[in-house]
């Protein structure tokens, strides 16, 4: 079965800090991890994606199979970064996505 | 290009109502779905589609019927509304499978309070 898991409902860091939104999941097979992020009065919209290996808006996340983990980084936050971020996991052809439970994530000036 | 439209925006229904929530993609896209939004439960699949006349069960399938007659359209119906099917109702969709790392695109949304 697949699973996420995004242990903290809420993250909250001062403008500059680095931020680090934790995801960690459970597939039997090769998974395709990605992020999605909500911004307010937005349609939820794809963040990046591993196989990508792409940085989008100064984010990067790297796909760790030993920890099964696909942690969310930034060096340093901005206020324009709070957002609700999605971990989510799909089998070879990423329709199936299995979203884990989300974090929000509050920059403050 | 409106990309993935959802109607109605918002909807207030009593328990037992049934009605009809609305999606359509103008991309050409072959593969659509169907979330429901939860606090504290992220996004659950409801229903799925791969192509036009092709759906499938998501994880929370129960109380819900789809079909896709087009490859635009993709309705979801509530047949019996009930309180536990007050969510917020996302429509998303993706071009076809075997896409690795295959992008969904989302509609924008219906909220649904059932009474």
């Known amino acids: 079965a697949q699973r996420v898991t995004q242990p903290e409902k809420l993250l909250s860091v001062f403008k500059g800090a680095p931020v680090e939104l934790k995801c960690n999941y459970s597939y039997s097979g090769s998974p395709e991890l990605f992020w999605y992020v909500q911004y307010s009065r937005q349609r939820l919209q794809l963040l990046l994606r591993h196989i990508s290996r792409e940085s989008i808006k100064g984010f990067t996340a790297d796909l760790n199979k030993g920890e099964t983990s696909f942690h969310l980084k930034k060096p340093f936050a901005q206020e324009e970064d709070s957002a609700m971020y999605y971990c989510?996991?799909?089998?070879?052809?990423?329709?199936?996505?299995?979203f884990g439970a989300g974090t929000i994530l509050r920059v403050k000036s | 290009n409106a990309g993935v439209t959802q109607t109605p925006k918002f909807q207030v229904l009593k328990t037992g109502q049934s009605m009809t929530l609305q999606c359509a993609q103008d991309?050409?896209?072959?593969?659509m779905s169907w979330y429901r939004q939860d606090p504290g439960m992220g996004l659950r699949l409801i229903h799925y589609?791969?192509?036009?006349?092709?759906?499938d069960q998501g994880e929370v399938p129960n109380g819900y019927n789809v079909s896709r007659s087009t490859t635009e359209d993709f309705p979801l119906r509530l047949l019996s509304a009930a309180p536990s099917q007050t969510s917020v109702y996302f429509c998303?969709?993706?071009?076809?499978?075997?896409?690795?790392?295959?992008?969904?695109?989302f509609g924008p949304g219906t909220r649904l309070t059932v009474l």
């Open positions: 589609s791969v192509g036009a006349g092709i759906t």
């Open positions: 991309m050409n896209h072959e593969y």
């Open positions: 989510a996991l799909s089998g070879y052809n990423g329709n199936k996505l299995v």
């Open positions: 998303a969709s993706s071009y076809g499978a075997g896409i690795v790392g295959n992008e969904q695109f």
